[in-house]
């Protein structure tokens, strides 16, 4: 009962605590990398002004993947991002299993000068509407 009369009394404090977090997690969102739709992956995919990078490990990769996707594993991508300076004019779209863990890799390749998004819903999205997977 003392919480909500706390509430009551710092209404202002309270709101200001509220929107602080909704603003710091705006904030971390963005940095690593903006969320993309399965469509929007599919046409900058088409229109070679992406890189698709799947992170999961390579068993999953090789399970089923994106056309044209280069697996790196989230546990080895600080050590292999020599291997994306290629691509550095394009934008890296991170794909994982349900979009869950591409957050971190998202700000450290952009701590890195990549220009990053994030497929929204990871694989589990992409082959729930049905669009396909290559096996390797």
């Given at each position: 009962?003392?919480?909500?009369?706390?509430?009551?009394?710092?209404?202002?404090?309270?709101?200001?605590?509220?929107?602080?977090?909704?603003?710091?997690?705006?904030?971390?969102?963005?940095?690593?990398?903006?969320?993309?739709?399965?469509?929007?992956?599919?046409?900058?995919?088409?229109?070679?002004?992406?890189?698709?990078?799947?992170?999961?490990?390579?068993?999953?990769?090789?399970?089923?993947?994106?056309?044209?996707?280069?697996?790196?594993?989230?546990?080895?991508?600080?050590?292999?991002?020599?291997?994306?300076?290629?691509?550095?004019?394009?934008?890296?779209?991170?794909?994982?299993?349900?979009?869950?863990?591409?957050?971190?890799?998202?700000?450290?390749?952009?701590?890195?000068?990549?220009?990053?998004?994030r497929l929204t819903g990871g694989m589990m999205e992409w082959q729930s509407q049905q669009l396909p997977v290559v096996?390797?």
């Amino acid at each position: 009962m003392e919480f909500f009369v706390f509430i009551s009394e710092q209404w202002v404090l309270v709101s200001v605590l509220l929107i602080l977090i909704y603003l710091f997690a705006i904030n971390e969102r963005i940095k690593s990398g903006r969320p993309l739709s399965v469509h929007a992956v599919t046409r900058m995919i088409n229109a070679d002004e992406a890189l698709l990078l799947d992170i999961r490990d390579s068993k999953e990769f090789k399970a089923g993947h994106i056309a044209g996707a280069v697996n790196i594993p989230q546990a080895k991508l600080s050590d292999k991002l020599g291997e994306l300076d290629e691509h550095r004019e394009k934008f890296i779209i991170i794909a994982d299993k349900v979009g869950q863990n591409a957050g971190a890799a998202g700000r450290r390749l952009r701590q890195n000068g990549f220009k990053v998004f994030r497929l929204t819903g990871g694989m589990m999205e992409w082959q729930s509407q049905q669009l396909p997977v290559v096996k390797s």
